[in-house]
């Protein structure tokens, strides 16, 4: 079975930009985060979706939003992008709403410059 | 407000002895806590849990302690091998929450 597949692996976007960083969770799986790790740190939750309905989401601004189709991917969008955004953007998928049990993909590297 | 932590950026261990790595929390309602572990370009995978209704859980080389009264757990791996070198992240959540809150992560490297 396929894990957690997310595209692209790596980018790199210019300040101001907006980018979408795509997630396919594992079949079956209807719950999806979004999760950001900074470069020495451990990943910081940005968004739940869940059944296609956000269900959570982290201490992160307007900029960054996302949405989840009927057939459960999802995407993140970041709009008028820092430098601070630099970081790897991780997707997880789950079968159930709450934390547990959850499987990260490899992850979107981001380097904004 | 770092409700995980991990308070040792790295760890050095010889083969085939014992690592253990601690976690701090100061959130008393987590109930649940998870170790992942992560290689270099890869997500983190999952390695071992426990429930706060337990102190111990065990799986293989791996065992996690939970003392809830001092709000710590640790995760102790024996023997210790060179593919356990890696970053180790604690992580804990509760029921009905939508995220899993991370601590910063220990590198384990493991010498031969």
């Known amino acids: 079975d396929a894990g957690v597949t997310q595209s692209p692996t790596h980018l790199i976007k210019t300040r101001g930009q907006q980018v979408t960083l795509r997630c396919s969770p594992i079949?079956?799986?209807?719950?999806v985060s979004w999760y950001q790790q900074v470069l020495g740190q451990g990943p910081q939750f940005i968004f739940q979706?869940?059944?296609?309905?956000?269900?959570g989401r982290g201490n992160f601004p307007d900029r960054f939003s996302a949405r989840q189709f009927p057939n459960y991917s999802s995407e993140l969008n970041v709009n008028a992008l820092l430098l601070g955004d630099s970081a790897l953007y991780l997707c997880?998928?789950?079968?159930?709403?709450?934390?547990?049990?959850?499987?990260f993909g490899s992850g979107t590297r981001l380097t904004v410059v | 407000d770092q409700q995980v932590k991990q308070n040792s950026p790295s760890l050095s261990v010889q083969e085939g002895r014992i690592s253990i790595l601690n976690c701090d929390y100061t959130?008393?309602?987590?109930?649940?806590f998870l170790w992942y572990k992560k290689y270099p370009a890869e997500g983190p995978t999952f390695l071992i849990s426990i429930s706060s209704i337990k102190d111990k859980n065990e799986d293989g080389r791996f065992t996690v302690f939970l003392n809830k009264s001092a709000k710590h757990l640790s995760l102790h791996i024996v023997p210790s091998q060179p593919g356990d070198s890696a970053v180790y992240f604690c992580?804990?959540?509760?029921?009905?929450?939508?995220?899993?809150?991370f601590g910063q992560g220990t590198r384990l490297t493991i010498n031969p």
């Open positions: 079949s079956g799986h209807k719950s």
């Open positions: 997880a998928s789950s079968l159930l709403r709450d934390g547990y049990g959850y499987t």
């Open positions: 979706y869940y059944e296609k309905e956000e269900r």
């Open positions: 992580a804990a959540t509760s029921q009905g929450a939508q995220k899993l809150v």
């Open positions: 959130n008393s309602m987590f109930d649940y």
